[in-house]
């Protein structure tokens, strides 16, 4: 990796790591539903320019029912339910969480694709959802008597699991219905199918006291900086690196966002959640094949 390739790298990180404490501030005052909303919608706005690319809008007209289709499983769905998860939870301990979306696509691939992992990579699998086992149990309490606020913390983790999962759906549907479709078609026209399907729902759901500019600010940076310009980067690294390469970023990606909780949400990072984080990303990295 050169080092330009590898600033990119860090840069794309330090972004996706950023959005769990930018939907906390945005959630705060809009709701989980408005926010996730607001996110595709801007990301899409953003992004209408790559339509002007040469390939890019045929590619989009080619395929448009299932790129609008994706959008709902790879971003508007999963940015609702991590939008409520931050609201319940540590930003960071939701970056833990979301780091299972190779295991999760994994497995989809597995069931969907017949694409049968081999014995280090089945291992992978195991140790990985042990550690994900391990850090539910921990921080929900499920070993004493559950109170309204554990039972909280459960539903939000229990949402970023679910999140995971429609990402990998969507990776495998994607592998199946959108090989060759130019990638920036891809990430233009899924935000635009996630900003149709939950256009109604946040309109519906819109905060009846005016959001503060800080709230605004926050969601607008989660839809330029996290959603419009990390896609940019992210595809710009697999044409680069490959995606075995690219799908590193996911181990990195929970370092910056513990770092940010602490830093500007006063969030404590336990020993319990370092351990059970280092597990998933050995799982990870072994059902990837990266180990």
């Given at each position: 990796m050169t080092p330009a390739?590898?600033?990119?790298?860090?840069?794309?990180?330090?972004?996706?790591?950023?959005?769990?404490?930018?939907?906390?501030?945005?959630?705060?005052e809009f709701g989980a539903l408005p926010t996730a909303g607001l996110r595709v919608a801007l990301?899409?706005?953003?992004?209408?320019?790559?339509?002007?690319?040469?390939?890019?809008?045929?590619?989009?007209?080619?395929?448009?029912r299932a790129i609008l289709f994706v959008g709902l499983l790879n971003s508007g769905i999963p940015f609702v339910l991590f939008a409520y998860a931050v609201m319940h939870i540590p930003t960071g301990l939701t970056a833990i969480l979301n780091a299972t979306v190779p295991l999760s696509g994994a497995v989809v691939a597995w069931l969907w694709l017949g694409d049968r992992p081999g014995r280090s990579r089945a291992l992978g699998l195991v140790i990985g959802f042990a550690g994900v086992s391990l850090l539910v149990i921990g921080k929900?309490?499920?070993?004493?008597?559950?109170?309204?606020?554990?039972?909280?913390?459960?539903?939000?983790?229990?949402?970023?699991?679910?999140?995971?999962?429609?990402?990998?759906?969507?990776?495998s549907f994607t592998k199946r219905h959108l090989t060759g479709v130019p990638p920036?078609?891809?990430?233009?026209?899924?935000?635009?199918?996630?900003?149709?399907?939950?256009?109604?729902?946040?309109?519906?759901?819109?905060?009846?006291?005016?959001?503060?500019?800080?709230?605004?600010s926050a969601v607008a940076a989660v839809?330029?900086?996290?959603?419009?310009?990390?896609?940019?980067?992210?595809f710009r690294i697999i044409a680069k690196a490959g995606p075995s390469k690219a799908l590193t970023v996911t181990f990195l990606v929970p370092v910056f966002a513990l770092?940010?909780?602490?830093w500007f949400l006063g969030e404590i990072?336990?020993?319990?959640?370092?351990?059970?984080?280092?597990?998933?990303?050995?799982?990870?990295?072994l059902s990837t094949g990266l180990l």
């Amino acid at each position: 990796m050169t080092p330009a390739l590898g600033l990119e790298f860090l840069l794309l990180a330090a972004l996706w790591g950023s959005s769990f404490l930018f939907m906390r501030v945005g959630a705060a005052e809009f709701g989980a539903l408005p926010t996730a909303g607001l996110r595709v919608a801007l990301a899409a706005l953003f992004l209408l320019p790559a339509f002007l690319v040469p390939g890019v809008w045929a590619g989009f007209r080619q395929k448009a029912r299932a790129i609008l289709f994706v959008g709902l499983l790879n971003s508007g769905i999963p940015f609702v339910l991590f939008a409520y998860a931050v609201m319940h939870i540590p930003t960071g301990l939701t970056a833990i969480l979301n780091a299972t979306v190779p295991l999760s696509g994994a497995v989809v691939a597995w069931l969907w694709l017949g694409d049968r992992p081999g014995r280090s990579r089945a291992l992978g699998l195991v140790i990985g959802f042990a550690g994900v086992s391990l850090l539910v149990i921990g921080k929900s309490g499920l070993s004493s008597l559950a109170g309204a606020g554990q039972g909280a913390s459960l539903v939000a983790m229990g949402a970023c699991l679910l999140a995971t999962l429609l990402y990998g759906i969507a990776a495998s549907f994607t592998k199946r219905h959108l090989t060759g479709v130019p990638p920036l078609a891809t990430a233009t026209g899924s935000q635009i199918g996630a900003t149709l399907g939950l256009a109604l729902p946040t309109l519906w759901l819109w905060p009846e006291q005016a959001a503060s500019a800080t709230a605004w600010s926050a969601v607008a940076a989660v839809a330029l900086l996290c959603t419009a310009i990390a896609y940019i980067l992210f595809f710009r690294i697999i044409a680069k690196a490959g995606p075995s390469k690219a799908l590193t970023v996911t181990f990195l990606v929970p370092v910056f966002a513990l770092a940010y909780g602490v830093w500007f949400l006063g969030e404590i990072i336990t020993p319990w959640m370092l351990l059970c984080g280092l597990v998933i990303i050995c799982g990870t990295a072994l059902s990837t094949g990266l180990l």
